[in-house]
């Protein structure tokens, strides 16, 4: 199976049995495993977008006013890339007054003006800002509960597996929740090679209580 095209490549969906970098022609071992790419296209990714830039700089100016002209100009209801700068999570950004911004908090800033409180966010209804979309139509200000909501709507929310801290799967804690009150929170632990504490948590609800 394969996921979404980015500029012209098919990322896997799963990390297959080789470790190095799914590039053609790249024979480097595999640095940043979630792409399945070398430490060089990563970063050639994550900076501008595309895998295959060559131009070790972008052209003074040159954001600025793809920014001006692309973004704040733009008449389409695809998604629209970012190609510069990327921060880890892969959203655009750029540099204003000497401090790095996501170019969707200035697309909304710009267009929509101030957010209505400073607990709000720039939200994407497409699902694609971790791809580096910044088109104006697919932008608004949310909260921080409506715009956790779009994610898991996109299946794009950092939460389950998807957790940086994740210790057990969504599997396992189906088996917790159908052991509990069967076996002892303890059994439980160690038939699934986990703790007692985290077996507690998934019990009484403290954690992956979103899970159905």
């Not at 896997?12 to 053609?24: D, K, L, Q």
């Not at 971790?130 to 909501?149: I, Y």
């Not at 439980?188 to 979103?210: D, K, S």
Request: net charge positive.
């Amino acid at each position: 199976m394969w996921s979404r095209a980015v500029h012209g490549m098919f990322w896997p969906n799963r990390i297959e049995a080789t470790m190095t970098c799914c590039v053609p022609g790249c024979a480097n071992k595999v640095k940043n495993r979630a792409r399945q790419l070398c430490s060089k296209h990563y970063e050639r990714l994550r900076l501008y977008g595309d895998v295959n830039h060559t131009n070790g700089s972008t052209p003074y100016g040159a954001a600025q006013s793809f920014y001006e002209a692309r973004v704040l100009g733009c008449t389409t209801d695809d998604c629209l890339i970012w190609p510069y700068s990327r921060q880890g999570g892969g959203y655009g950004s750029i540099c204003r007054h000497g401090k790095w911004r996501t170019v969707a908090s200035l697309v909304c800033e710009d267009l929509y003006g101030q957010p209505p409180t400073p607990q709000h966010e720039a939200a994407h209804s497409c699902g694609n800002g971790h791809l580096g979309c910044v088109n104006p139509r697919h932008l608004r200000w949310a909260t921080h509960s409506e715009n956790l909501a779009d994610r898991v709507e996109h299946g794009t929310a950092n939460r389950g597996e998807r957790h940086g801290n994740a210790k057990i799967t969504r599997h396992d804690v189906r088996a917790i929740r159908m052991m509990a009150g069967k076996r002892s929170q303890r059994e439980i632990a160690e038939a699934l090679g986990t703790t007692r504490n985290i077996v507690q948590r998934v019990i009484y609800g403290e954690t992956w209580a979103w899970l159905d």
